[in-house]
C-alpha cells in the first residue's frame, strides 16, 4: 500500500538511539574512526559518505523533542534508533499520515535548529521523522 502525498527525496539521517554515549563513542568514534561533533552530548556528522547525517542521538535527547521533557513516555517503546525522511511536502505527508491513522509524537513542529518534523514510532520501534531541512536541500 502506497500512501498519497508522501514523496520521500532522501534519507535525512540515521543514527541509534543512546542511553549513555560512553561505550557509543568509544565504538563509532575511537573503534570506527567517526568524525563526530558534539554538541551538548549529541555527537554527529555529515562527513560519513553515503548519509547526510549520522549521529547518537541521547534519548533523553529524543524525548525532549517528542515530549518537551527529558524522559521517555511509559506508554510508547523505547526506540533503539531513528531514521529521518525528507520529503517534497512535510504539510502534506503529515496529513497523509494522519489520515492513516499514525499516532504521531509531534507534528510539523519547527526544531530550535531549523528543520520542521513530523515524528512517530513505527512497528518494530523505530522513532520515524518526516522532515523539512532547508540546509540539505541546498545540497541535494
Known sequence: MSIENINVLFVAGF?????????????YAEL?????KDENGYLHTTELPGVKQFALWPL?????SCFGRDNWQDDIPTPQ??????????EAATAALKAEDYRL???????PWGQT???LIEPNGLLVGITHTPWMRETA
Open 32 to 36: 570506527l574512526g567517526i568524525p563526530f
Open 60 to 64: 533523553s535527547q529524543a524525548a525532549e
Open 15 to 27: 543514527g541509534p538511539v543512546v542511553r549513555g554515549d560512553a561505550a557509543s563513542r568509544d565504538l
Open 105 to 111: 509524537l509531534v507534528s510539523t513542529q519547527e526544531e
Open 81 to 90: 534508533g531513528w531514521i529521518e525522511f525528507e520529503v517534497e511536502n512535510i
Open 117 to 119: 518534523v513530523t515524528r
